[in-house]
């Protein structure tokens, strides 16, 4: 019997049933998305190759078949099938074809049978296999191609990054230097007419020194943050006295402190006599936390302690500053550490914060290898632990990473 003669005379009728069965299947759901005419895209070539096939097995109808495969592989890849999708509509084909030649079958003998039924599993088989392998290497075409777009934007962006963090260097740079002399100036004036009777002046000149030291405080930290992100922040050891660098910061801060009635009580009892570190950079981290603890308390005290810590080497210390003050919610904490991150509610944020005091003493922690702890609860306070080790690594150049 003449098994491809009758799958052509059939080809239109397995063809809408097949559509009829992939488009009703709720596990090819790319497919629901298809008009019929791209769910049948490439099958009808498949079936009369299929149907070549049968009637001449010699290399050229093999060859219909793998090409028929591969550009049937491309299509469904290009629709976004998934790979499951492309064996259960195969799966659907399989079954269609052999239930619309059944009665043909039946008519046939053993043999005939036998070899039919052979020669369009096999064929299906190769159509299968081929259908695969297009489909995979267009879909990894895609994905390189994806890839490549991925590394352009992610260039250009970094392109971008540092293209805004030198324009805000370089204008926060600009800015300095106008507003220093205007914040000069109006010192200058409140000082010549104190003794005057110009009151609403003063108040008026007071107001823009006040936000002028803002401003200028607000492009400082700014700037800070900057030069750590873009990595342009060296490290410069040398053995000091911590103890001594503390007592510094101590007398620097607590003329702010004593206009708010609060006491700066130190703990020196366990304290390193000597460390080896970065002794600005140090400073620079206990201003900023016993500044932030002043500003954040309206009542108690501040505590400053340092000791060696106790670990199995012994070869790292740690610098404690606790607080009385409004404390920091929970879900605050995790953020409290990111650039112009402010906690709490904006009723109870102070006018002057700029949110980086905590940034930056986090990147300088970071720089001088150490870690900042925090244990803070609203209403009865905050405290800041910095561990640092006894002597700091020295490379020719250290430089710290973003945060967050």
């Known amino acids: 019997m003449n098994f491809s003669q009758e799958l052509l005379n059939k080809l239109d009728s397995i063809v809408n049933n097949w559509v009829e ?9 790319s497919a629901h998305e298809l008009t019929y005419k791209a769910v049948l895209d490439g099958l009808p070539s498949v079936l009369r190759a299929i149907a070549k096939v049968l009637c001449d097995c010699e290399n050229g109808a093999l060859q219909t078949i793998e090409e028929k495969g591969l550009e049937h592989g491309v299509i469904r890849a290009k629709q976004g099938y998934d790979p499951t999708e492309v064996a259960r509509e195969y799966r659907i084909l399989r079954q269609i074809i052999f239930s619309h030649l059944e009665p043909d079958l039946l008519r046939g003998s053993s043999a005939e049978v036998l070899q039919a ?3 369009i599993d096999m064929a299906l088989d190769e159509v299968i296999g081929r259908c695969f392998n297009s489909y995979t290497e267009e879909r990894l075409q895609e994905l390189e191609k994806l890839q490549s777009q991925v590394n352009l934007t992610n260039h250009e962006l970094t392109r971008l990054v540092e293209t805004h963090r030198e324009n805000l260097a370089h204008l926060a740079h600009d800015l300095k230097n106008p507003l220093q002399a205007i914040l000069i100036s109006s010192d200058l004036f409140v000082r010549q007419h104190k003794t005057q009777d110009t009151v609403v002046s003063l108040d008026h000149i007071e107001r823009v020194l006040r936000n002028g030291q803002q401003i200028l405080h607000l492009i400082n930290d700014s700037l800070e943050v900057s030069r750590h992100e873009a990595g342009q922040v060296t490290l410069h050891a040398e053995v ?10 101590v ?12 006491k700066i009580t130190v703990d020196y009892e366990l304290a390193p006599k000597q460390v080896t570190s970065d002794p600005l950079r140090l400073e620079q981290i206990i201003t900023n936390l016993v500044s932030n603890a002043i500003r954040y308390t309206e009542t108690g005290s501040i505590t400053i302690s340092c ?9 790292k210390f740690a610098i404690a500053v606790a607080d009385t003050g409004i404390g920091i919610a929970p879900e605050d904490q995790a953020q409290i550490f990111e650039p112009y991150f402010r906690g709490g509610s904006r009723t109870n944020r102070l006018p002057d914060s700029t949110g980086l005091g905590l940034a930056i003493v986090s990147r300088l922690v970071k720089l001088l290898q150490g870690e900042i702890q925090l244990d803070s609860e609203v209403g009865v306070g905050s405290t800041f632990k910095i561990i640092l080790p006894l002597a700091v690594k020295t490379p020719a150049r250290t430089s710290v990473s973003s945060v967050g």
């Not at 007398?251 to 609060?262: F, I, N, R």
């Open 21 to 29: 069965a992939v488009r009703q299947d709720g596990e090819l759901e």
């Open 117 to 119: 039924t052979r020669i």
């Open 240 to 249: 000091l006295d911590v103890c001594a660098l503390i007592n510094n910061v």
């Open 251 to 262: 007398d620097t801060l607590t003329p702010s402190a004593s206009e708010k009635d609060l």
């Open 307 to 315: 000791q060696v810590e106790c670990n199995h080497q012994n070869d």
